[in-house]
């Protein structure tokens, strides 16, 4: 009943238990004859709740291995893709965490004391939640309104388009930050390990470069930075390949001559951001070709 939810997209277990009886091919596959009482719809949702995820997980790591066993899979090549899915919650059930508000929502008090009481790595951690599905996130796709989603990640073998490893994570989830899992759940799912991978630009990141080259994985990747390069806030702004490195003093000179000097250091994303005082860059006739950002004098 399961599989005919999710492979048929039926929108819920009480749509599902009054098709199941419209549908002689449904009848078939479930075993049951044209006067069988069906089962009532809690009952998917107590069997779930009893067998938990690790029975699912197991049961579909299976079958990727059966697929493995009978020689589908390849292995040595590995197609890894992420995409976003709408979640089945308003942006109105959406908290600032940072916002007095907050303590008079009622469906936020109730999720942060359900997020207490157990371990979850969800948008709970980030500024924005969804009271009534903490495990979705707000997200722009394209130009368009930011909306609750999930986002899929998925890998997939090319011999006979095998998908090898899945993980759903929140939306706001990078597509880069996952490739490393995508790589382990595959190599344990099929006991094979990746020679080369393919994927979007998403992925192009200095994190992942150094991760196949370590790894001794080829990937056939472009780079982000190159890819994004000319476009969007970057029109008509000066390339890094501008701004020449001093090693001697750990300084960058700009395309104007001036000097930047190393401000901070962004542990998050492991990179160090150089600057020249705000003043002289108000004044530089560059500054239109260097950034967007406002300067403050």
Same mark, same amino acid.
């Given at each position: 009943?399961?599989?005919?939810?999710?492979?048929?997209?039926?929108?819920?277990?009480? +749509?599902?238990?009054?098709?199941?009886?419209?549908?002689?091919?449904?009848?078939?596959?479930?075993?049951?004859?044209?006067?069988?009482?069906?089962?009532?719809?809690?009952?998917?949702?107590?069997?779930?709740?009893?067998?938990?995820?690790? *029975?699912? #997980?197991?049961?579909?790591? /299976?079958?990727?291995?059966?697929?493995?066993?009978?020689?589908?899979?390849? @292995?040595?090549?590995?197609?890894?893709?992420?995409?976003?899915?709408? *979640? $089945?919650?308003?942006?109105?059930?959406?908290?600032?965490? /940072?916002?007095? #508000?907050?303590? =008079?929502?009622?469906?936020?008090?109730?999720?942060?004391?359900?997020?207490?009481?157990? +371990?979850?790595?969800?948008?709970?951690?980030?500024?924005?939640?969804?009271?009534?599905?903490?495990?979705?996130?707000?997200?722009?796709?394209?130009?368009?309104?930011?909306?609750? /989603?999930?986002?899929?990640?998925? *890998?997939?073998?090319?011999?006979?388009?095998?998908? !090898?490893? !899945? #993980?759903?994570?929140?939306?706001?989830?990078?597509?880069?930050?996952?490739?490393?899992?995508?790589?382990?759940?595959?190599? #344990?799912?099929?006991?094979?390990?990746? +020679? !080369?991978?393919?994927?979007?630009?998403?992925?192009?990141?200095?994190? !992942?470069?150094?991760?196949?080259?370590?790894?001794?994985?080829?990937?056939?990747?472009?780079?982000?930075?190159?890819?994004?390069?000319?476009?969007?806030?970057?029109?008509?702004?000066?390339?890094?390949?501008?701004?020449?490195?001093?090693?001697? $003093?750990?300084?960058?000179?700009?395309? @104007?001559?001036?000097?930047?000097?190393?401000?901070?250091?962004?542990?998050?994303?492991?990179?160090? +951001?150089?600057?020249?005082?705000?003043? =002289?860059?108000?004044?530089?006739?560059? /500054?239109?070709?260097?950034?967007?950002?406002?300067?403050?004098?």
């Amino acid at each position: 009943m399961m599989l005919l939810l999710v492979l048929y997209n039926v929108r819920s277990e009480r +749509e599902l238990m009054l098709t199941i009886p419209e549908r002689l091919d449904w009848l078939y596959f479930l075993g049951y004859n044209l006067n069988d009482e069906i089962h009532h719809h809690s009952v998917l949702s107590k069997a779930r709740s009893r067998w938990g995820v690790k *029975a699912f #997980k197991k049961l579909f790591e /299976r079958i990727v291995w059966q697929f493995a066993e009978a020689g589908l899979i390849d @292995g040595s090549k590995l197609f890894v893709d992420a995409s976003l899915i709408d *979640a $089945d919650a308003s942006n109105n059930s959406v908290v600032d965490t /940072r916002s007095l #508000k907050k303590y =008079l929502n009622k469906g936020y008090r109730q999720l942060e004391k359900r997020l207490d009481d157990v +371990e979850k790595t969800t948008p709970a951690n980030s500024r924005y939640i969804s009271t009534t599905d903490p495990d979705a996130s707000p997200t722009r796709r394209g130009g368009g309104k930011s909306k609750l /989603r999930y986002k899929t990640h998925r *890998a997939a073998d090319p011999k006979h388009e095998v998908i !090898t490893a !899945t #993980k759903i994570t929140p939306g706001s989830v990078d597509d880069g930050d996952m490739f490393k899992e995508m790589i382990d759940i595959h190599q #344990k799912n099929t006991q094979k390990v990746a +020679e !080369t991978t393919v994927a979007d630009s998403k992925y192009g990141t200095i994190n !992942t470069f150094l991760l196949c080259h370590d790894a001794g994985i080829k990937a056939h990747i472009a780079s982000r930075e190159k890819t994004q390069r000319g476009s969007g806030r970057q029109k008509e702004i000066f390339p890094k390949e501008a701004f020449v490195y001093n090693p001697g $003093d750990d300084t960058f000179t700009c395309p @104007g001559g001036k000097s930047l000097k190393r401000r901070n250091y962004h542990k998050k994303r492991n990179h160090c +951001e150089y600057k020249a005082s705000s003043g =002289l860059c108000a004044q530089c006739e560059l /500054r239109k070709q260097c950034t967007r950002s406002k300067v403050v004098v």
